[in-house]
């Protein structure tokens, strides 16, 4: 059982930073990919950026990249999501996710991210 708890949403004004940080308690594996996924009101909850948990690679969404940067402290259990250069249409809830077999098992409460024009 993995349990995941974000922290650090907020409102900030356009073309602002955040730094999101999810904490994972309870047993990581190398093999787990940790993902953070957004939904907007009325919109599908989608992918923004993942990691693997034991090589570092990352993926990101055409629209996020080159703005946000994932990564993860193995000894704190800890990944993160820096936001760079922030839009309006970044505005949504922000989810943390494990990814044990094929698909995310295990989800985070959320944190709001409010951005501003």
């Known amino acids: 059982q993995v349990q995941l708890v974000e922290s650090g949403g907020g409102l900030v004004q356009a073309g602002g930073s955040l730094r999101l940080s999810c904490a994972a308690s309870?047993?990581?594996?190398?093999?787990?990919?940790m993902g953070w996924f957004r939904q907007a009101p009325g919109k599908e909850r989608d992918l923004v950026a993942a990691?693997?948990?034991?090589?570092?690679?990352?993926t990101y969404a055409d629209s996020v990249k080159g703005r946000f940067t994932i990564s993860r402290d193995v000894a704190k259990g800890t990944v993160y999501l820096q936001m760079n250069n922030l839009k309006p249409e970044d505005t949504a809830v922000y989810y943390c996710?494990?990814?044990?077999?094929?698909?995310?098992?295990?989800w985070g409460q959320g944190t709001q991210v409010t951005v501003s024009s």
């Open positions: 309870g047993r990581i594996f190398s093999s787990y990919v």
């Open positions: 996710a494990a990814k044990v077999t094929r698909i995310y098992n295990y």
């Open positions: 990691i693997n948990w034991s090589g570092g690679s990352t």
